[in-house]
Structure formats: structure tokens, C-alpha cells
């Protein structure tokens, strides 16, 4: 299975469940092999520094560290103007010049409206949003199963996961 999480750095709803919800979805699906988590962009135009943040998130990704400036980032929701950002960067160690040349570059723009594409073309409006999909056989693609709107508890989505795991073989 795959989740796809659709957020926005900027939005509560969204920090609440990068803070609650994808820790344990992390350890129970993730680092058991069961769920390939997936980070859809979706920076909404109410908030201001969502696409900047986005930006910085991907810009991080060139350096191989996507997810600890996630983490970051919803860490400092309320602190996400021009100035600050870069230092989020330098605590975590990545090669600034590199990191400053993406971000003023737009290197990562289009690929950002592109997760806005998307989101839209799953009627998603809102964040949070979580995907549940499985992987096609033999490709990249993946057979959407459920969208699920808005923040959920940990317990409503590892439902979910689970009832469209695979079934175990019943021991002999």
C-alpha cells in the first residue's frame, strides 16, 4: 500500500498530524514494510509562506533530507518567514550555497504546482488529506482505494491501512 499524505506547512490541522499521526503510522506501516509514505505538496493560497515552505522542503530533498526538514518545519509552523528558514537549514547541516541557490531559483516550482494539479484533479480542496493507494504491478503507477479528508486520528487511519492490506494466511 501506498499513503499519500497531501499537506500544507502553514496549516494547524496539518502539523497536528505530522506531530501525531505520522509518527505511528511511520513506525506500525512504514518501518514494517507494510505502507510506502509519500508527501504530496499542496501549499494552500490562504497561507501565505505554504509555498516557500514547500520549496524548502524540496530543496532539502536535493540534500537528501526531505523529512527532517518536514519535521522542522511543522516544528515552527508560526515560524516560517524568509529569515527563519534558512537557519532550519543550517541546523540540519545542508550545504547553504546550494540550498540558497535552489530556493531563490524556483528550481523546485513547477513540481509543486504539479502536487497542486494533482490534488485538485482528486477533488482534493483542503488539508489534510491522506491518500490510500496500491502500487500496480510492474509500474509506478498507483490504483487510488481511498481518499480520506481532513485530520484523523491514529486509530481511524490504521483502520484503514489495514483493512486493505493484504489478508495473512490463516496458520495451519
Same mark, same amino acid.
Given at each position: 500500500?501506498?499513503?499519500?499524505?497531501?499537506t500544507? *506547512?502553514? &496549516?494547524?490541522? &496539518? +502539523?497536528?498530524?505530522?506531530?501525531?499521526?505520522?509518527?505511528?503510522?511511520?513506525?506500525?506501516?512504514?518501518?514494517t514494510?507494510?505502507v510506502?509514505?509519500?508527501?504530496?505538496s499542496?501549499?494552500?493560497q490562504?497561507?501565505?509562506?505554504a *509555498?516557500?515552505?514547500a520549496?524548502?522542503?524540496? &530543496?532539502?530533498?536535493?540534500?537528501?533530507?526531505?523529512?527532517?526538514?518536514?519535521?522542522v518545519? *511543522?516544528?515552527n509552523?508560526?515560524?516560517l +518567514?524568509?529569515?527563519?528558514?534558512?537557519?532550519?537549514?543550517?541546523?540540519? +547541516?545542508?550545504?547553504?550555497?546550494?540550498?540558497?541557490? &535552489?530556493?531563490?531559483? +524556483?528550481?523546485?516550482?513547477g513540481?509543486?504546482?504539479n502536487n497542486?494539479?494533482?490534488?485538485?484533479?482528486?477533488?482534493?480542496?483542503?488539508?489534510?488529506?491522506?491518500?490510500?493507494?496500491r502500487?500496480?504491478?510492474?509500474?509506478?503507477?498507483?490504483?487510488?482505494?481511498?481518499?480520506v479528508?481532513?485530520y484523523?486520528p491514529?486509530?481511524?487511519?490504521?483502520?484503514?491501512?489495514?483493512? *486493505?492490506?493484504?489478508?495473512?494466511?490463516?496458520?495451519?
Amino acid at each position: 500500500l501506498v499513503m499519500i499524505e497531501a499537506t500544507d *506547512f502553514q &496549516c494547524p490541522y &496539518c +502539523g497536528k498530524g505530522a506531530r501525531e499521526l505520522l509518527p505511528q503510522v511511520e513506525e506500525n506501516f512504514v518501518h514494517t514494510g507494510k505502507v510506502e509514505l509519500v508527501y504530496l505538496s499542496l501549499p494552500l493560497q490562504m497561507h501565505s509562506q505554504a *509555498f516557500k515552505a514547500a520549496q524548502a522542503a524540496a &530543496c532539502a530533498g536535493d540534500q537528501q533530507k526531505f523529512w527532517e526538514m518536514h519535521d522542522v518545519l *511543522f516544528a515552527n509552523q508560526r515560524a516560517l +518567514g524568509p529569515d527563519q528558514i534558512p537557519g532550519y537549514a543550517e541546523e540540519l +547541516g545542508l550545504d547553504m550555497p546550494a540550498f540558497q541557490k &535552489c530556493l531563490a531559483g +524556483g528550481r523546485h516550482d513547477g513540481e509543486i504546482r504539479n502536487n497542486v494539479r494533482i490534488a485538485n484533479s482528486l477533488d482534493i480542496a483542503g488539508t489534510p488529506a491522506y491518500v490510500i493507494a496500491r502500487r500496480v504491478p510492474g509500474g509506478d503507477k498507483v490504483q487510488i482505494v481511498e481518499v480520506v479528508h481532513g485530520y484523523q486520528p491514529y486509530e481511524a487511519i490504521a483502520k484503514k491501512l489495514d483493512a *486493505f492490506l493484504p489478508a495473512k494466511p490463516a496458520a495451519p
